[in-house]
Structures are given as C-alpha cells and as structure tokens.
C-alpha cells in the first residue's frame, strides 16, 4: 500500500488535513457507481453486540469502507429497527434489524475519468512531468470530488486506471503553479515514493514575499512545522517540546527586490505541508497573495504568489539524470513587472 502522498512545501488542501477519498477503494467506487441504488437487510448478531453502528456496519457490509458507510449515515439511508438513524455513534444489540440503501456518493465517484488538457513537459513509458496551473487541485477531496488532476490522469492514460491515485506521488496546493512528477505504473511509483521519501527528489520554488530583503542572500530556515496550536486551519512553526510537528528546512535565496517586496528561490529539504508559505512568514516576508499566512494581493496576483519551477532526479527505471524547469506563469511575472522588476531565475 502506498504512503500517504508527500507534501510539496506548499502542502495539500491540500488546509492540510489527509485528503478524504484516500481511504475510499477504487473497485469500491466503481462497484458503486455501476450498480446504482441497493437496498441491503442485515440482522445483528452477537459479534456486533453493543457496538457502534458504523462499525457495525463496517462488520457486516465489509466490501465497503467505513467512511463510505459514515457517509451514507449521515445522509439519512440507513435505518434501525425500522427508523432513520443518523449518529454514527448509536449503539446496537442482537437482533437489531438494519436496513442500508447503498447510493453512489461523491466521493464513491471521484475516481472518474474527466478528459481536461494538461501540460506534459516529459514523457516516457515509466512515468510524466506535468506543469499543473493554479486553480487545479491535485487530488480529489471534500469540496473538490471532481474536476481534479488525478481525474484528468485518468481520462489521458488508461494505464493510470491500474496505478493508486493515478500514479501522484506528491502534492501542491490548488493555488500554487508548477512541475510534479506522476508514475505510469505501479513499480515506478513505488520507486519514486522511495526517492521522495530520501529526499533525491530536488524541487525548487520561486516566490513573491512583502517585504524588503536585508542580511544575506542565502538563508536557511530549520524550524520544526506543525498544526498552529491557536488556529487549526494553518500550519505554523512549533516548538516540539510542546506541540505536534515534524522538522522542515528550507533554503531561501534572494534573486531580487524592491521596497515592496522580494524575489526569491525556495529549496525544499523536507517537504511538510505549507512549508515554504509557513516557512516565509516566520521571516516576516508572507507571500503575496497568501491571505492565510498574512500576505496580500498585488494586482490580479489573488493567489499564493509561489510557483514549482525546477524538479530534478534520476529516472527510477533507466537510471538516467533528469532535469526540468517551467517559467514562471503570466500572472506571477505580471506582479513583478509592478514592482519594476523583471523575470529571472538561477
């Protein structure tokens, strides 16, 4: 089984929790989605006897996931002794009659082909280098079941279908721009989630920060990141004498700057989720456009200004050094022509 997804600096939805379909089955959803409504009938027997009903349910329908069953709950089609029962949480006994109305669910449908147009930067038969614009989100996940880039992986190559989530083995936000590496089969995933995982995968950002750059032109960020203990919607940097976190670093180089602000390159050494946007902010220089790090917009510049420019690692499968950029995207190279500045990059 593969590993939960590695965070890219920027982080998933990616606010940061798992993404929710993670634990949904791809058989389980198109199972689901080919057999329409289906109205189950159990007993409750002794084994289950005083336990929750989702995990009753988990017991007795054990085709399918618990979340998936949570999910029915809570939408009103499971019923208990003849009565509509909503609280995962309820309690039954033997003998308890328990009527199920399995549907597809939103989520039971994620997994879906959706044809989209997507900038391949490389591609041979073990794996791709995609360019993901802002504004599209990764992975599918609660208020995002569609529309996603694993759905486009799917509707492109067939061979995803056969491959865990579409081959991703790493994240970016939805509002952050730039080089992702996808696998094509399962043996290059699993060798990709490795390199990842021992950190010889190389990525590289280029950001926008508020602020005026002083001291060196190099600097290096080692400071632990975790759920911000006063808002568990950010991610912050934490003392883990006190707090849940993970080590991060990041290596920031100054390319340019104004009064206004500055232009930087990001180094990821680990990739935790929000850790450049965390990372910045412990600088006193929030990225443009990032309002939940204490940034603002500049121009049409609404998102984070934060884009993945450079990925670099030796191919899996044919051991051969690769190498990759992207510019930067219109709307990031028109927010610094604000500033008077012009587009560079090492």
């Known amino acids: 089984m593969v ?12 606010g940061a929790p798992a993404e929710a379909g993670d634990d949904l089955l791809a058989d389980e959803s198109e199972a689901l989605v080919d057999a329409g409504s289906e109205m189950r009938h159990m007993l409750v027997a002794a084994p289950q006897h005083a336990a929750r009903l989702d995990k009753a349910l988990a017991d007795l329908v054990p085709e399918f996931s ?4 949570q999910q029915l709950l809570a939408q009103g089609l499971v019923s208990l002794n ?6 995962a949480a309820t309690r039954v006994k033997a003998g308890d009659q328990l009527v199920l109305e399995m549907r597809p669910t939103l989520q039971s449908q994620a997994f879906r082909p959706e044809p989209m147009a997507i900038d391949v930067v490389y591609e041979d038969a073990h ?13 599918p ?27 991703i083995v790493h994240r970016l936000d939805k509002d952050t721009s730039g080089l992702m590496v996808v696998a094509r089969d399962r043996a290059t995933m699993d060798a990709l989630v490795a390199l990842i995982a021992e950190r010889k995968v190389k990525r590289q950002y280029l950001a926008m920060a508020h602020g005026a750059w002083t001291g060196p032109k190099n600097r290096s960020v080692d400071a632990p990141v975790g759920r911000d203990p006063r808002n568990r919607l950010r991610m912050a940097v934490v003392d883990l004498a006190l707090h849940a976190g993970k080590s991060a ?4 180089l100054w390319l340019d700057g104004t009064d206004q602000g500055c232009w930087v390159q990001c180094t990821l050494h680990t990739g935790r989720t929000h850790q450049i946007r965390v990372h910045m902010a412990s600088l006193r220089h929030p990225l443009v456009g990032d309002s939940l790090y204490g940034g603002a917009p500049l121009g049409s510049m609404q998102r984070q200004a934060l ?24 709307d990031m190279q028109r927010a610094l022509s604000s500033w008077g500045l012009g587009y560079n990059a090492p």
């Open 3 to 14: 590993a939960d997804l590695p965070q890219d600096g920027d982080g998933s939805a990616a």
């Open 66 to 69: 618990r979340s998936y069953l």
């Open 82 to 87: 003849g009565k509509p029962v909503l609280k």
């Open 127 to 139: 794996l791709l280098v995609v360019n993901k614009p802002a504004g599209l989100v990764v992975h």
């Open 141 to 167: 996940a609660p208020g995002n079941w569609s529309g996603t880039l694993l759905n486009g992986l799917l509707a492109r190559d067939e061979k995803a279908l056969r491959v865990p989530r579409a081959g």
């Open 249 to 252: 670093r990041t290596d920031v």
């Open 307 to 330: 884009h993945a420019y450079r990925l670099a690692f030796v191919h899996p499968v044919t051991g051969k050094p690769l190498e990759f950029h992207a510019p930067a995207p219109e």
